[in-house]
């Protein structure tokens, strides 16, 4: 029967060995860590020019990548340096409690996040055309020209008689609960008033 590689070795190289090879999956851990962070960093770049998504929603994206990845490494380091699976678990449960409590209580926020995400991605509208959110499809609602979206907003230009200058921030959670009219680049030309017999007499007077 063959006998181990390692009981060849001299006595004073297995103190050494306690420590290499935990410093060696470290390094590989570590490695693997960064590559796999720039390795995601350029998927989440490319998706944005593909998609033109706005820096306000690639970035905290990224940060959440780099914090996901940075935390299982750090778990994963610790482990590695001895210290215990229960309370490296305790641990990690304890902070997803905390992080489900505060998902519940900034839901709101949230909630318009993800729709920022899918109104960039999806492309419901964009900057440029004008929208008019309604209750039923025959109520009229808020309308104007969308200058702006971010990430809990999407500003309108209001298009009501005598609103000139005024903004509509509607959350765009909202958005995706109404029934949405869209005229692709700009406001859609408005019927003529009708005049009354009045004005149509008076015009007829002048004219002649």
Known sequence: M???????????TLDW???????????????VAWVLQHMLRRLVNRAGEHYQLPMELTMP????LRWTIMIAALMLVL????????????????FATVGAVAFFAAW??????????????VGPFRRGDTIELLDTAEKPGARGRVIDINLLYTTLEDSNAGSAGTLLQ????LI???????WKGGEPARPATPETPAVQAATETLAS
Do not use: H, M
Request: net charge positive; hydrophobic share 55%; aromatic share 12%.
């Open 79 to 94: 482990e590695r340096l001895g210290v215990s699976a229960t309370v490296l678990w305790t641990a990690f449960t304890g």
């Open 17 to 31: 060995l306690e420590i290499i090879v935990p410093g060696v999956q470290i390094l590989l851990i570590l490695l």
């Open 2 to 12: 063959r006998r181990p590689l390692i009981s060849y070795l001299p006595d004073w």
């Open 108 to 121: 709101s926020v949230l909630s318009n996040l993800f729709c920022a995400f899918l109104i960039f991605t």
């Open 61 to 64: 994206l990224k940060g959440f």
């Open 176 to 182: 995706f609960q109404r029934v949405v009219r869209r």
């Open 170 to 173: 509607i959350p765009n959670a």
